[in-house]
């Protein structure tokens, strides 16, 4: 299976803002996509969901609506999740995952770090 790319992670200060992209080696048109995170000790969560359609579900971490939105470029096979007013809780591995249907995929890209601090 294809898996994603993810990128644009890095170390940023409390309040600050950084643009995550997760690019897929094949079209990403027939998927649903999420963004997770999982932080150091911590499970995997699911971070926000980006319909084919382009509109977010409403399901999610609460503790980052407001802050980060999720958008996706068919045409570039991306995804991306803009990150604003950051903060040290933030701090995690960020990955894509694809969803056909209702089917998640069981596939893992490397992830991109994020690092909140002053």
């Known amino acids: 299976q294809a898996q994603f790319v993810e990128s644009g992670g890095g170390l940023v200060q409390p309040g600050g803002s950084l643009r995550l992209s997760c690019t897929l080696s094949e079209s990403i048109n027939k998927y649903d996509v999420a963004w997770y995170r999982q932080a150091p000790g911590k499970q995997r969560e699911l971070v926000l969901v980006i319909s084919i359609g382009g509109s977010t579900y409403p399901y999610g971490l609460d503790s980052v609506k407001g802050r980060f939105a999720i958008s996706r470029d068919n045409a570039k096979n991306t995804v991306y999740l803009q990150m604003n007013n950051l903060k040290p809780e933030d701090t995690a591995v960020y990955y894509c995952?694809?969803?056909?249907?209702?089917?998640?995929?069981?596939?893992w890209g490397q992830g991109t770090q994020v690092t909140v601090s002053s």
């Open positions: 995952r694809k969803r056909w249907g209702s089917v998640w995929s069981d596939v």
